[in-house]
């Protein structure tokens, strides 16, 4: 999952969430750098990522993509739950995403003292350009699929190949994720509980 599903998957809780945000960027013994909440929350996030790569429909969503992004699909398939988490009526109107996103983009500003530096550095660019809420549209689908393909090393297609596969196979997508994120949003809340 990327950063929205990460979020919103911390069920408002200060602490989980900094540490849901921040755990990729949080090496080996630096987590004993964190309070143990939000050490918790480091853990959460990457019992999401396992919970999410295991996942049958996860893997069956991934092969869309294996063509002709390789290993990357796994990255394209975090940022596309992300859109249909956005867009699901069930979790998030318009105005709701809107205001949740500011809400995470205070608390992680409120909180920068204690944050890594590599982080800082992703969060100006998720704040200025509103990742969170800009996951919703296509175009904001677009400017990440970018934003992979450029820094991505060993992927060779422009932004416009994966973002094809996003359009092309929308409902079949949207599926996996209809599928599959109850059964994760479930699992996660008995690891908070």
């Known amino acids: 999952m990327n950063f929205l599903a990460h979020a919103y998957l911390s069920f408002n809780d ?3 969430t900094i540490g849901n945000m921040i755990a990729d960027f949080v090496k080996g013994k630096q987590i004993n750098l964190y ?3 939000i050490q918790h ?3 959460v996030h990457r019992e999401i990522d396992n919970f999410t790569d295991h996942h049958p429909l996860t893997r ?3 092969q869309l993509f294996r063509p002709s992004c390789g290993l990357y699909g796994a990255v394209f398939i975090d940022v596309v739950y992300d859109h249909f988490l956005a867009r699901d009526t069930q979790h998030f109107t318009n105005d709701s995403l809107a205001r ?3 809400s995470v983009y205070e608390l992680l500003e409120e909180r920068k003292n204690t944050l890594p530096p590599v982080f800082l550095q992703v969060f100006h660019f998720m704040r200025t ?4 809420y800009n996951y919703s549209s296509r175009e904001g689908i677009f400017q990440s699929f970018s934003g992979i393909t450029r820094r991505a090393q060993h992927l060779e297609v422009p932004a416009t190949v994966p973002f094809a596969v996003f359009e092309n196979h929308y409902a079949e997508l949207k599926n996996c994720y209809e599928g599959f994120f ?3 949003e479930a699992h996660v809340k008995g690891l908070i509980a």
């Open 35 to 37: 309070d143990e909440d």
């Open 14 to 16: 200060p602490a989980i």
């Open 182 to 184: 109850p059964d994760l």
């Open 100 to 102: 949740f996103s500011q």
């Open 41 to 43: 929350g480091i853990r």
């Open 60 to 62: 069956e969503a991934r």
């Open 129 to 132: 350009n509103d990742w969170l």
